[in-house]
């Protein structure tokens, strides 16, 4: 990504970024995936594929694995990742959705395998994750109750520093069509740094800005996806332009390298791209990927829009 030509006159939100708690430099390194030392036989299918590549904003989708990808991709080289990974949900149950009805089965890769099957996939995903972020990089991951418990011990045996935890409430969260429990209204987010050694990136002035002067508080009440946000198609677990361009503004700066290793609809890369930050996005699910690359590319639009916009204004 092209750096922008120094200004003599810096926005507010430039310089609040600059004073920003361990937002030093980016350390060199950027996420490469090395085959030199793979061998595929005939018959073996290469564990990944570039989906999409798109050098100006820095845009990358790849299709495969996450886990068998982050463990040939280069080490220490992700500033931070967002993950919003399998919630195992997908058992024949019921929810309401617009007002109907509805399965909560979202394909095979959220079936349930079992606790000790399920604890095991996200140590090893977490693991993987753990490799290629920066000594000073952070992992946001979200969850329900069914999992979130499970993530957050895997992060203390893999020794990651838990930050945060972020309830995010959803105002306008479906009812609950049982009426056995109470209405499901909000998400957990934890926050964690690669190590205990880690000196994390915390846009402390930024967040207090956003929040009328006053520290902000670990309870975010941001509502689910509107329909524009799901225009090009959706996904069952999508999640609010709004909330991830919170989280990348408060654990990154510009030009800090963003992952998504379960990216869905990529409203991980919709939100870095406006915020201009590199992104790269895994999924298996091709029909999520197609949905990611209209995404992206609108949103990539977008940016370059405002940017002549605002070179028409400056006399550029």
Not at 105 to 110: M, R, Y
Not at 288 to 314: D, H, T
Request: with cysteine; glycine share 6%; aromatic share 10%.
């Amino acid at each position: 990504m092209k750096k922008p030509a120094n200004n003599k006159k810096k926005k507010k939100t430039s310089s609040l970024l600059n004073k920003s708690r361990g937002c030093s430099p980016s350390e060199p390194g950027e996420f490469y995936i090395s085959e030199a030392t793979v061998s595929y036989g005939n018959n073996v299918k290469k564990p990944f594929t570039v989906y999409y590549d798109n050098p100006e904003p820095s845009i990358r989708l790849l299709k495969g694995d996450c886990i068998e990808i982050l463990n040939q991709a280069r080490e220490n080289s992700v500033d931070m990742i967002f993950a919003d990974p399998p919630y195992f949900l997908s058992n024949g149950g019921i929810t309401c959705h617009a007002g109907k009805m509805v399965s909560v089965n979202k394909g095979a890769w959220d079936k349930s395998k079992g606790v000790i099957e399920n604890h095991k996939f996200i140590l090893e995903w977490l693991k993987a994750c753990q490799r290629v972020l920066k000594p000073n990089g952070t992992i946001w991951v979200s969850g329900t109750t069914h999992i979130i418990y499970s993530i957050g011990f895997a992060m203390q045996e893999l020794g990651y520093k838990i930050l945060n935890d972020i309830v995010w409430y959803k105002r306008n969260a479906p009812p609950n069509l049982s009426c056995r429990y109470f209405t499901h209204s909000t998400e957990i987010v934890l926050w964690a740094a690669k190590n205990q050694k880690s000196k994390h990136c915390f846009n402390y002035p930024l967040m207090k800005e956003m929040n009328q002067g006053k520290q902000m508080r670990n309870v975010w009440e941001i509502s689910a996806p509107q329909s524009e946000e799901k225009k090009f198609g959706k996904h069952p677990t999508q999640k609010p332009v709004d909330l991830l361009t919170r989280l990348i503004l408060a654990s990154t700066k510009e030009g800090d390298l963003v992952l998504d290793p379960f990216c869905g609809s990529s409203t991980t890369g919709v939100a870095a791209i406006s915020l201009n930050r590199k992104y790269v996005g895994i999924d298996l699910e091709e029909d999520y990927l197609k949905v990611s690359v209209k995404r992206l590319e609108e949103a990539a639009a977008n940016k370059e829009a405002k940017l002549f916009i605002a070179g028409k204004v400056a006399g550029l």
